[in-house]
T-cell receptor, first 114, second 119 residues
C-alpha cells in the first residue's frame, strides 16, 4: 500500500524567505509519481510540481522546487522567496503505476507573514 | 489551461434527501474522472474512479449505493449522495484526466469543489 506522510501540521515563514515543506512516502512500486498541490482557503486544488520516480534531476517550477531523495523516500517542497499569497494548505501526493489514483498526505498549513 | 467545473459550489439539504453534484471538463474530454471527499482540516480521500461508459470503481469502505456515480459523457460525471445524513457533510472535489495524454505524467485537473451541508 502507498502512504504519504507530512509531519508538519503548520509552518510559519516571513515574506521573501525560503521554506521547506516535508514529505516522506512509502511504496513498493518501482514506478511512481510525486505531486505537490496548493489548496487556498477557497478550496480548489492547484497543481504545483511533479517528480517521477525515474527522473534524475529534481523538478523545478518557478519558485517551487522538489528536493527528491529516493533512498530516503522523501520529496520535500522548497518555496523560495515566499509571498503573502503563498499562505495556504499544501498537500503532497503520490500516484501509483499509471497514476490512476492519487494518495494524499495530511497537509501542511503555511502562513507567510509580512 | 484545462478547466474543470463543479456545480453547485455549495449546497444545503435536509437529512434524508438526495443531492446531485456535477463535474464537467470544459475544454477537454475525460474518459476518467475521480471523486474525492475532504472533511474539515483533513486530507483528500479518493472515493471512486468514474469511467465513461462503465461502472465506477469505488474505494474500500465507500458505499456505492449511497454515492451513485454516473459518467454519462466524456465531459460530465455526476455524484449523487442518496438519503444524505449530517455525517455526509463534507467538501467533495472531482478531478479529470484529459484523454490522449501520454507519458508517465498523467495530469489530473481538479474542480473547485462542492461544499455539502446536510441539516
Amino acid at each position: 500500500a502507498q502512504k504519504i506522510t507530512q509531519t508538519q501540521p503548520g509552518m510559519f515563514v516571513q515574506e521573501k524567505e525560503a521554506v521547506t515543506l516535508d514529505c516522506t512516502y512509502d511504496t513498493s512500486d518501482p514506478s511512481y509519481g510525486l505531486f505537490w498541490y496548493k489548496q487556498p482557503s477557497s478550496g480548489e486544488m492547484i497543481f504545483l510540481i511533479y517528480q517521477g520516480s525515474y527522473d534524475q534531476q529534481n523538478a523545478t517550477e518557478g519558485r517551487y522546487s522538489l528536493n527528491f531523495q529516493k533512498a530516503r523516500k522523501s520529496a520535500n517542497l522548497v518555496i523560495s522567496a515566499s509571498q503573502l499569497g503563498d499562505s495556504a494548505m499544501y498537500f503532497c501526493a503520490m500516484g501509483n503505476t499509471g497514476f490512476q489514483k492519487l494518495v494524499f498526505g495530511t497537509g501542511t498549513r503555511l502562513l507567510v507573514s509580512p | 489551461g484545462a478547466v474543470v467545473s463543479q456545480h453547485p459550489s455549495w449546497v444545503i439539504c435536509k437529512s434524508g434527501t438526495s443531492v446531485k453534484i456535477e463535474c464537467r471538463s470544459l475544454d477537454f474530454q475525460a474518459t476518467t474522472m475521480f471523486w474525492y471527499r475532504q472533511f474539515p482540516k483533513q486530507s483528500l480521500m479518493l472515493m471512486a474512479t468514474s469511467n465513461e461508459g462503465s461502472k465506477a470503481t469505488y474505494e474500500q469502505g465507500v458505499e456505492k449505493d449511497k454515492f451513485l456515480i454516473n459518467h454519462a459523457s466524456l465531459t460530465l460525471s455526476t455524484l449523487t449522495v442518496t438519503s444524505a445524513h449530517p455525517e455526509d457533510s463534507s467538501f467533495y472535489i472531482c478531478s479529470a484526466r484529459p484523454d490522449g495524454t501520454s507519458g508517465t505524467f498523467l495530469e489530473q485537473y481538479f474542480g473547485p469543489g462542492t461544499r455539502l451541508t446536510v441539516t
